[in-house]
């Protein structure tokens, strides 16, 4: 729904209406998480029926209760992110995204443990990852870290009986503005949601078995038509969370100014310039950190893990995140204090 507000106006206008709006858009992308849970639902509940001996009593009565169960179970999910996010600290989606990788790491360290303990991998094999995902984690804290920061000079103005004299401030720009949610969990949607429908509708057709073996993971077209996604969705987000545009406005009314470039338009189309390269930047840091993993694995140097690249961002911006919020937290409580 994020994507589709910046794509189609007029759910674009409908999302900058305010609170009414914003409801609206709640209630859509409700309904549209209930279709997409009854659908995938359906499908591994029909999967499970269709081993043999593994579901006692198969019928219409066990395909209503799973899909039920499981649906009831995303809908919980929802209501605990929205809870979270209201009443704690963080991003509820963020947080229990986070949780759910988090938990499997003992199991994915003692797996790699235990395969180099049986000779199944070598020594060297298991020093090159770690310091490859020690070195990954770096990459993401740094980035998500970085700033372009636009010089930006405010005139003297008068604010009620005070005139405020002239002075200097910095319009900060992320290196990466597309955040870590939308292209990194988007992606796999765009090449799976589409084999999964032919796959309903049509069945398991040469043609759709064959697709499927080459956009299997690690394979080179998963790696490149993945890229392609993530480098479309990162500027496409971008055009959602940074207009130029409204930055430019936003400026002008403050009476600000940025040196050497006229008010209104002209700063727009400066604004529009930084944010395409710092757009660039960010898009190629989001495909290398996202497909990492699959070029190890294509190399035959991996380690047979599950967490990916995509993972380890989600974690590691959550975190940052988490930081920053208990910090803000902490010295708004520390200036009620001093008050």
Known sequence: MQLLSVVWGRLGALERSGEAGRRKIVRCTLIVTLGFAVFQAFGIASALQGIRGLVAEPGSWFLASTIATMVGGVFFLVWLSEQITRHGIGNGLALILSVGVVVSLPSEIATALELLRQGAVSGNVLLFNGVLWIALIGLIVLVESARRNVPVEYGPRQVGKRLLGPRASVLSIKLNSAGFLIPTTVALWVIYLPLSF??????????LAAAYAHLQFAQPLHIILGSMIVIVLAFIYTARVLDPEQAAETLQAQGGTIPGIAPGEATADHLDRIA????????????????????????????????????????????????????DLSR????????
Request: charged residues 15%.
């Open 198 to 207: 032919g796959a309903y509708l049509f069945g398991r057709t040469p043609w």
């Open 332 to 339: 708004s409580n520390r200036g009620g204090e001093r008050i």
């Open 276 to 327: 395409s390269l710092t757009t660039v930047v960010g898009a190629v840091y989001l495909v290398a950190v996202s497909l990492i993993p699959e070029l190890l694995v294509a190399g035959g140097v991996a380690l047979p893990y599950k967490i990916g690249g995509g993972s380890v961002l989600i974690v590691v911006c959550t975190i940052l995140d988490l930081k920053k919020q208990v910090r």
